[in-house]
């Protein structure tokens, strides 16, 4: 639990298309307790309307990731709101969040959804007022970018987000055109925070403990919010840095999430749990040759062949 200046700061994972799921979330609230707040990865509002079986198991969730919001995309309100009160009815998260940050072509190219939504604010308004109609008695909450090409298209959306009656907003500090290069531009969500009295929860590039609390001094924002900073370090919403996570334990915990990962995804979903040990294994020296098996591994057994023979 962190503060500023008295006040509570919420602490947030990131939602993460195939990586903040049911397995990785159990992890994290397994070693980071539960004084922090889940996003869910992205679901589709048309392919929830649908009834789509593999989306609506994607917000499954178990009673021990409360808090926890589930993100929606889309690009019609009519379209979201049914959505979100399917979501709200079946599974009872505590808040409903909008992709309008997304940039791949796929969401925010053809089909006018996640940061796409920036280009078109009256259409995010209007997203945002239905969902606030339906009352659905949860949060209602969107994560955003700080513009298309601009970065100050932010100055002029979060304001209109917040007439909406929107809840809170996470900004991440890129824009759309950035993808994920340079640096996130913390200094503008400070300006956001300034201009907007709803809550902001600052997102980008928050890659340890020592980023948390330079990004609160530079922000003031209310929430801080960390993606790719808690992969392969679940402990980070614990105050702990994964460097400093004894060897043991942090083969442990991989070992663990493994066999979720299998528990949730079948027997030779391990192939898809890769993607999770390059991350855990990040920054570790003098381990080239297990890295290269880490990256083939295609059983639990030969995972813990392998991690058994990393030093430490
Ligand atoms: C693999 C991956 C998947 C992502 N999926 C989503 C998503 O489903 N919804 C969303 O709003 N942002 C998504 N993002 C963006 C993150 O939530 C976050 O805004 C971004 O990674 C910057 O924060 P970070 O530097 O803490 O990772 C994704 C990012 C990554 C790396």
């Known amino acids: 639990m962190i503060f500023k200046d008295d006040n509570l700061v919420v602490l947030a ?13 159990q992890i994290c609230r397994k070693v980071s307790g539960g004084d922090f707040v889940i996003f869910r990865e992205m679901v589709s509002s048309e392919a929830i309307v649908r009834t789509n079986e593999k989306t609506l198991k994607m917000c499954e969730f178990d009673q021990n990731e409360h808090p926890i919001i589930q993100q929606i995309f889309g690009a019609y309100p009519e379209v979201v709101v049914k959505a979100a009160e399917l979501i709200v009815k079946n599974y009872k ?12 072509p796929k969401i925010a190219g053809k089909a006018d959804c996640g940061a796409a939504l920036l280009k078109d604010p009256e259409r995010a308004v209007s997203i945002i007022k239905a969902l606030k109609k339906a009352n659905l008695g949860v949060t209602v909450s969107v994560k955003t970018r700080l513009g298309w090409t601009d970065n100050d298209d932010i100055l002029k959306f979060a304001p209109m987000m917040e007439e909406t009656g929107v809840d ?3 900004i991440h500090g890129r824009t759309k055109q950035e993808g994920y290069t340079g640096i996130a531009d913390w200094e503008k969500i400070a300006q956001v925070k300034k201009l907007v009295s709803i809550p902001v929860f600052a997102n980008g590039d928050i890659k340890n403990n020592a980023d948390i609390k330079r990004c609160l001094e530079i922000t003031g924002a209310d929430g801080i919010m960390i993606g790719r900073g808690a992969l392969g370090n679940p402990w980070i919403f ?12 942090l083969k442990k915990i991989v070992i663990e999430h493994a066999k979720l990962h299998i528990q949730h995804y079948g027997e030779k979903s391990i192939t898809t749990f890769r993607k999770h040990l390059a991350y855990y294994f990040k920054g570790i020296t003098g381990i080239k040759d297990l890295r290269s098996e880490l990256v083939r591994v295609k059983s639990i057994e030969e995972l813990e062949n392998i991690i058994q023979k990393i030093p430490g």
Not at 17 to 23: C, F, G, H, L, V
Not at 93 to 104: E, F, K, R
Not at 238 to 249: L, S
């Open 13 to 25: 994972l990131a939602p993460m298309a195939d990586m903040t799921d049911w397995p990785f979330c």
């Open 168 to 170: 809170f907003i996470s």
């Open 93 to 104: 998260p505590d808040g409903i969040d909008i992709n309008m940050g997304c940039p791949v």
């Open 238 to 249: 614990a105050g702990i840095d994964r460097e400093d996570v004894p060897p043991e334990e």
